[in-house]
């Protein structure tokens, strides 16, 4: 029986995407798409989003592609443009949800420390999640299990009570890997779909 709830937050309940500040820097598609997919990339992202210090982490990343140095000093100061809006339908969404059965609604991310508290103040959203484990703060990335674990012994959750919702399927796999139930994020009318299978009694 599910018991607790736990979201993703990129890409589940906000938009991010560098592309929204690098397409305007750099007036070129092609170039935006190369600093992207080659400089500022996932991997590298990641780097923060497990506690390393933007502050360090641009500077390795600029003596490795000078030619970038700016944009990569950007992408520390200027962080927050890379973010957009709420995903449509997530807020009304979780308010149903705590008043049909899941009062306590818990978050999982891959975030850095020095940026999710600007977020987390700038979105309504947030409000409704009520206990959060993110990876900059604890050092722990998903999909690796530690971090499953660390939110199940933070909040005392059995992992066959619990499911988890995220828009990467590795880190789905993740989950599962650990003994929670987990689901794909394919946007808000399919994970109503997916709710109502997994928790027939639920009214959304």
Wanted: charged residues 25%.
């Amino acid at each position: 029986m599910i018991k607790n709830i736990i979201f993703d937050f990129g890409g589940v309940l906000v938009d991010w995407n560098p592309h929204y500040l690098f397409d305007k820097y750099f007036d070129d598609i092609n170039e935006a798409d190369y600093f992207v997919e080659n400089v500022c990339n996932s991997e590298w992202n990641a780097e923060m989003d497990g506690g390393k210090p933007f502050e360090q982490a641009v500077r390795e990343r600029s003596a490795m592609f000078p030619k970038y140095a700016e944009a990569l000093k950007l992408y520390q100061t200027n962080w927050m443009d890379t973010m957009g809006e709420e995903i449509p339908g997530m807020y009304d969404l979780i308010k149903s949800l705590k008043a049909n059965g899941f009062p306590v609604i818990y978050g999982l991310t891959n975030w850095s420390a020095e940026t999710f508290p600007t977020v987390q103040k700038t979105y309504r959203i947030f409000s409704l999640i009520d206990n959060i484990v993110v990876s900059g703060e604890v050092k722990q990335l998903k999909p690796n299990p530690e971090i499953f674990h660390t939110l199940l012994n933070k909040y005392n959750l059995k992992a066959e009570e619990s499911l988890f919702i995220d828009d990467n399927l590795k880190n789905v796999e993740g989950a599962k890997a650990v003994g929670i139930n987990a689901i794909v994020f394919e946007g808000v009318e399919k994970l109503k779909e997916d709710l109502k299978v997994l928790i027939p009694s639920l009214v959304l």
